[in-house]
């Protein structure tokens, strides 16, 4: 329970943040947009033909890693997903879950199926939240079509 509310305080803080407010006229492509911290990522969407999936109707849970996030990655590695488009579509699905998760169903399960096919796990360790090995750094960013939760890593499936 602990988690939730250290997830919740984050996210309120996160909304009272201007640009990066939760606007749920927004669906999740605009909302992480207009966060402005995931630049990278909605460079990414685009190159693997799956922004206007994702503004789709829905809903989605998307653990979206920030720039931050996205410069941890090898420029190797980075360089290779960007000239592999069927492999960057995977890694980017492997982030997006086909139903609504909020942070408190989340630290409730230990796992769930994302549209990659792979399943990603769930830990809590005192107040933190981990998918896989990224910590969860803001949650419950809502959007029109689902929830946002800021991961401090990309995900790599194996």
Not at 80 to 97: E, F, G, P, W
Not at 110 to 137: M, P, Y
Not at 139 to 152: F, K, L, R, Y
Request: no cysteine.
């Amino acid at each position: 329970m602990k988690a939730v509310v250290a997830l919740a305080v984050t996210a309120l803080a996160l909304a009272g943040a201007g640009p990066a407010s939760a606007r749920q006229d927004q669906d999740i492509v605009q909302t992480a947009k207009a966060a402005g911290n995931f630049t990278m990522l909605t460079k990414l969407l685009k190159r693997a033909g799956l922004r206007h999936a994702l503004k789709q109707p829905g809903p989605y849970t998307v653990f979206a890693p920030s720039d931050a996030a996205f410069a941890k990655v090898p420029k190797k590695k980075l360089n290779a997903l960007l000239r592999d488009k069927a492999k960057l579509k995977s890694v980017l699905l492997y982030h997006v879950i086909g139903r609504k998760l909020t942070a408190a169903q989340v630290v409730k399960r230990s796992r769930a199926r994302t549209l990659s096919g792979k399943r990603v796990r769930f830990r809590v360790t005192g107040s933190t939240v981990f998918v896989n090995r990224a910590k969860v750094t803001a949650a419950d960013v809502m959007a029109s079509n689902g929830v946002i939760h800021v991961i401090d890593r990309v995900l790599l499936p194996r």
